[in-house]
């Protein structure tokens, strides 16, 4: 194992691989900052929910520091899984559609939010940016634990296919309350990934 | 020694039945658990939904011991199904070797719209199922699976995972999910709900029904194959990477499941396919020009969409055992609602009960966020 690579996001909040990113916002307007500065190109990121806007900032920031460009070519895209865990899951699309639903007099149900009440769908979005057509999945546990994140992940390569994880924790509990790593995950790093993972979860509060 | 992965035990609790057998003679007689309903809670547009009797499940929890008071609904749809299958196992679920995983896609959610006097905390899908765990006395956190539509078949996916790599010996799979205003609201307001019975793969087909199930796994690892047993032999998940909320066109991410799948069995040594069929345009569609791409267009291809609804987090698994009880019984069982082929592709889909003598069918699911996931059972021995 070389460099550790990672990508923490906290409410007020960046690193990448212990480096801290300058902001001034924080919350949700700091995504849209740290947006603006080091992707912009992707204006579906303002339609998402917040645990899509952070899975996928998190991600973006991963993926260059890596230095790894997108390309359509199958090794590419069918060997990366994107296998993310979180405890709090959807909750907070979940509270904003029910706000849509409470009232009988003020009843507005849209599919743009209730797609969001679905924790997945920021596999999705990670997989739409980046061609992975390879497995995504959602965990849900009770606490973040390394070693229950190293076993599943490890899991995971018993797919021939998968290659390689973009792995991660993800969790939001409110529009400007979010907690967030990313780190990749190869084949042959299995053997260190609890340990690894410690390392990232010391830096993150979880 | 890669370890065999054999399914000793299940449950399915729906308004077809508390057992796996009821349910599956009941659905090779042709009923369905389906009723019109003209409004619930806030939600003032008909819809069509199999629901499952408040009553018979709170009954069912007295005769199985689960005190009243004390769970949410899901939880108790989820107890009455988990303790049904782990005693028909007759292993201890209290065990360290034993792992819980649970796919639902929405739990307990209809608490924030209603508490019920129950802790906040208990919106959390990770807290509901420890509500499983911890009254069987397994040690183990449990797993969640929350992958949209697809989580029941990822579920037993990641089980036999989980049990190939030998930390455990046994996993009880179990999911379900409550059909509230929140989820029928939101299906409604994708104009994806049919107020009429659905018709999977029909021509006239408008929409899909939701439905209410739990059902139950009880997953072995052994060191070898014993005489008539079920193996979950493989299974795999992909992504389109097409959209959040539409399947792709080219039915990619089903298509490469299934290819994956198709590398431990023939497409001619398969009783059927049981799909999704979830009775909308675009599922359906889909689903038809991936098993086309998939080389299994002569394949008999069966869905339950028009007995159960689409029952979410249950779907995948309910399916599965359906699809084994109909294996066993030399069927292959008749797609309620359809009458006339509406896909540009042809499968072999049919409104009548079929005969096989196949012994291996492949689960195949599609869901929002562009997954897709197929896994294969296959029955051993002599049976």
Redesign the interface.
């Not at chain 2, 956190?141 to 949209?148: D, F, G, M, Q």
């Given at each position: 194992m070389g460099q550790l690579d990672y990508v923490i996001l906290e409410s007020d909040r960046a690193v990448v691989s212990g480096r801290v990113l300058e902001h001034e916002s924080s919350g949700n307007a700091m995504l849209a900052e740290l947006y603006r500065a080091h992707i912009a190109d992707w204006p579906k990121f303002f339609k998402m929910d917040t645990l899509s806007k952070v899975g996928f900032v998190a991600s973006e920031l991963l993926l260059k520091e890596l230095g790894e460009k997108r390309c359509e070519s199958e090794e590419y895209t069918q060997n990366r899984a994107v296998v993310l865990f979180g405890t709090t899951a959807s909750l907070c699309a979940d509270k904003n559609y029910q706000e849509t639903i409470q009232d009988r007099d003020n009843y507005y149900p849209s599919p743009a939010l209730f797609v969001y009440t679905l924790p997945n769908i920021v596999t999705g979005e990670i997989a739409i940016r980046n061609h992975y057509r390879g497995e995504t999945s959602f965990y849900v546990v009770e606490g973040a634990d390394a070693a229950q994140m190293a076993f599943h992940l490890s899991c995971a390569f018993a797919d021939d296919s998968t290659q390689s994880i973009l792995a991660g924790w993800v969790d939001s509990t409110a529009n400007d309350d979010f907690k967030s790593f990313f780190t990749l995950v190869r084949r042959e790093d299995v053997g260190g990934l609890e340990a690894k993972l410690k390392t990232i979860m010391n830096n993150l509060n979880i | 020694m890669e370890r065999l992965i054999q399914c000793i035990a299940d449950n399915v609790v729906s308004p077809l039945g508390l057992d796996s057998l009821s349910n599956y003679e009941s659905v090779k007689a042709g009923k369905s658990g389906l009723k019109r309903y003209e409004s619930m809670g806030?939600?003032?547009t008909p819809f069509t939904l199999s629901r499952m009797d408040r009553q018979v499940i709170d009954e069912a929890c007295c005769r199985l011991g689960i005190p009243e008071g004390q769970y949410t609904f899901f939880e108790k749809m989820l107890l009455a199904s988990t303790i049904q299958a782990v005693g028909k196992a007759g292993i201890d679920a209290s065990d360290k070797r034993v792992l819980f995983i649970v796919s639902t896609?929405?739990g307990n959610?209809s608490l924030?719209?209603d508490p019920a006097g129950f802790p906040s905390d208990r919106?959390?899908?990770?807290?509901a199922?420890?509500q499983i765990t911890d009254w069987f006395g397994n040690p183990n956190?449990?797993?969640?699976?929350?992958?949209?539509c697809i989580s029941g078949v990822?579920a037993q996916i990641?089980a036999?995972?989980?049990l190939?790599?030998g930390?455990y010996d046994y996993a009880v799979v179990t999911g379900a999910d409550e059909q509230s205003?929140?989820i029928i609201?939101?299906?409604?307001?994708?104009k994806a709900i049919s107020d009429d019975f659905c018709r999977p793969f029909d021509k006239d087909r408008r929409g899909l029904n939701l439905g209410e199930c739990a059902a139950t796994v009880v997953l072995k690892a052994a060191d070898s194959v014993s005489d008539d047993c079920w193996e979950l032999v493989t299974g795999?998940?992909?992504?389109?990477?097409?959209?959040?909320?539409g399947p792709s066109r080219t039915g990619?991410?089903s298509y490469?499941a299934l290819m994956?799948t198709l590398r431990c069995c023939r497409p001619e040594d398969l009783a059927f396919v049981n799909v999704h069929g979830t009775a909308t345009a675009y599922n359906d569609e889909m689903e038809s020009i991936a098993i086309y791409r998939a080389g299994l267009i002569d394949v008999p291809v069966t869905g339950l969409k028009g007995y159960y609804g689409h029952t979410m987090g249950a779907a995948g698994i309910m399916e599965s055992i359906l699809s084994m009880y109909a294996v066993m019984d030399h069927t292959v069982l008749a797609t309620r609602g359809f009458a006339r082929q509406g896909t540009t592709y042809p499968v072999r889909v049919s409104p009548e009960l079929r005969e096989t003598d196949g012994r291996q069918f492949i689960k195949l699911l599609s869901?929002?966020?562009?997954?897709n996931a197929a896994l294969l059972y296959r029955l051993n021995g002599k049976w």
């Open positions: - | 806030n939600v003032q896609t929405k959610v924030l719209g919106v959390l899908l990770g807290k199922a420890s956190s449990p797993l969640v699976v929350c992958n949209a990822c990641e036999m995972r989980a190939q790599s930390k205003p929140f609201s939101g299906f409604l307001s994708f795999a998940i992909r992504n389109d990477a097409n959209h959040i909320s990619e991410g490469l994956e869901g929002f966020g562009g997954c």
